[in-house]
């Protein structure tokens, strides 16, 4: 909720772009086991960006963000463990 209310919705140069890539990113996210509701900001930020990068002429697919998703993963589990610890 806080999210959606902080996180403007993104400008889409060419909507149909960016509205394909969403169920890319979404089956993504959902095959790393990760909860996140469909309507979360989030999923059309990385939507938008990656229809923006193939727009500027880069070939790209969503393991252009495997590394920010390790990354999160590790710091979402290390948060998870100290959640439990307490």
Do not use: E, Y
């Given at each position: 909720v806080v999210q959606s209310a902080l996180t403007p919705p993104p400008t889409h140069p060419r909507h149909g772009d960016t509205a394909a890539?969403?169920?890319e990113v979404a089956t993504?996210?959902?095959?790393?086991?990760?909860?996140?509701k469909p309507s979360t900001p989030a999923?059309?930020?990385?939507a938008h960006a990656l229809a923006t990068l193939r727009q500027l002429g880069w070939d790209?697919?969503?393991?252009?963000?495997?590394?920010y998703?390790?990354?999160?993963?590790q710091v979402a589990r290390g948060e998870g463990r100290?959640?439990?610890?307490?």
């Open positions: 890539t969403i169920d993504d996210i959902k095959q790393l086991g990760w909860n996140i999923i059309r930020q990385l790209v697919t969503t393991d252009v963000f495997a590394p998703v390790r990354a999160a993963d100290v959640c439990r610890r307490s």
